[in-house]
């Protein structure tokens, strides 16, 4: 079913954001509208949140935000874009700085937590079992005709990644698993878990967000169709929005 909706995909729209504080105080409070708006849909909300500097401090303005009561965080489903395949509760962890950043911070159900394996989990300590753990976890939640996420945060690295999709990485190629093991990742640490692609294409909407002119060059190849990038297959269902600042915006 994830491998339903890939021909289904959303031409990109831009925001551009005077300064990095400026796009992570509105991708906070659009994330916050989007989790209570469907919630008001469908009950459920669910998100995927991503690592990096930018997807952590959307997060941190999130918990900073007064409309963060509109959202019943027991009714949140929330899922990683990647992870770090090191130990639990390790500082490089992308959930270790979500639950700081926010989740500690919020009444989320633990049960409606999933977070990615650690390398010292007991069921798993190769990260290629842990990414089919995943994967069949995602596999078990597809319903027909339904985005298994609404919203998909996603930060964007200077040679074009997204999640731990690298560019020319057989990862970023994955036709069939929800989830993979990305083994010689070029940001360290080399072991992560990453949603494919075909995943990540599943959502109901898919926020790109990133600043700064090191990723210039990165955002204007991958808005001219540099398909070797995985930011520029990184496409929702209904909606795909890149939240750039005027310096990452340079080149477009
Ligand atoms: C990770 C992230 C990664 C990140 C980009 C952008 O685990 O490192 O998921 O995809 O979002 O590398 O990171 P910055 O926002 O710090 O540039």
Redesign the pocket.
Known sequence: MLDDYAGAASTPDVAVHETAAELCDAVARNLVDELAAAQARNGLASVVL??????IAVLERVRANPRIRNVDWSAVRIFW????FVPAGHPDR?EAQARDALLDHVPVDPRLVYPMGASDDPYGTDSATAAAAYSDLLRRMERPDCPLFDVCL?????DG????LFPGHPASEEPLLAAVSVRDSP?PPSE?ISLTLGTIRSSAEVWL????A??TAAVADAFRGNTDFPASRAVGIERTIWHLDREAAGGL
Do not use: F, I, P, W
């Not at 874009?81 to 770090?84: G, I, Q």
């Open positions: 991503t690592g990096g500097r930018t997807g874009s990647d992870e770090r992308n996603l930060g964007v690295g200077e990644h997204v999640a731990s940001k992560r967000v990133t600043t700064g090191a990723k």
